[in-house]
């Protein structure tokens, strides 16, 4: 069964760039929808973006200008770069596979990321 | 942008039915996916396409959706099930939009 799991560092300082990588096991990153989500503590879940294998991308309106989202299929992972941090931006960030296309489901999920923006 | 909104709070008695509400703007023309939350982990995808289950969740969940509202029901309601529940849906315009989410008690 497809696993994924998040990579990255804990700790980012306010206006720096936050990198994070998700590696899939189990299966091919050839197809599917990869998708990144966030969860700042103890609210509820925010969509950042998603790719398709084939390179199309979408990213959440509210957050667009500062997003990244790539796919490395030679190493099966796709990552996230965001940037112009602030605290707003600290949450567990999650990776998932997006099902049946563009507007589908996720399943499944990675365990998740905690990244925190601080000096 | 589309909002989705759900009760904060819903609690329910061990065997009893726990019904879980998402409001939007004429969801029952979208598509609606419920996940399950507990402390500390991912979110599991408990219902998808309104009304199918993933295998290995028991038949106790199941959905529906008409109109504004969407609905996810808890038959039999057992102590495992108390997490937080979230619904989801593709809009044109805003992209995947997420409910505000819903803590389930067992009492």
């Known amino acids: 069964q497809v696993q994924l799991q998040e990579s990255g560092p804990g700790l980012v300082k306010p206006s720096e760039t936050l990198s994070l990588t998700c590696s899939v096991s189990?299966?091919?990153?050839?197809?599917?929808?990869w998708t990144w989500i966030r969860q700042p503590p103890g609210k509820g879940l925010e969509w950042i973006g998603s790719?398709?294998?084939?390179?199309?991308?979408n990213f959440n309106p509210s957050l667009k200008s500062r997003v990244t989202i790539s796919l490395d299929t030679s190493k099966n992972q796709f990552s996230l770069t965001l940037n112009s941090l602030t605290a707003a931006d600290t949450a567990v960030y999650y990776c998932a596979r997006g099902r049946s296309g563009l507007g589908g489901w996720f399943d499944p999920w990675g365990q998740g990321a905690l990244v925190t923006v601080s000096s | 942008s589309y909002v989705l909104t759900q009760p904060p709070s819903v609690s329910v008695a061990p065997g009893q039915t726990a019904r879980i509400t998402c409001g939007g703007n004429?969801?029952?023309?979208?598509?609606v996916h419920w996940y399950q939350q507990k402390p500390g982990q991912a979110p599991v995808l408990v219902v998808y396409s309104d009304d199918d289950r993933p295998s290995g969740i028991p038949e106790r969940f199941s959905g529906s959706n008409s109109g504004n509202t969407a609905t996810l029901t808890i038959n039999r309601v057992e102590a495992g099930d108390e997490a937080d529940y979230s619904c989801q849906v593709w809009d044109s315009t805003s992209g995947y939009v997420f409910g505000t989410g819903t803590q389930v008690t067992v009492l």
């Open positions: 189990g299966g091919s990153i050839s197809s599917y929808y």
């Open positions: 790719i398709y294998y084939s390179g199309r991308t």
């Open positions: 004429n969801i029952g023309a979208k598509t």
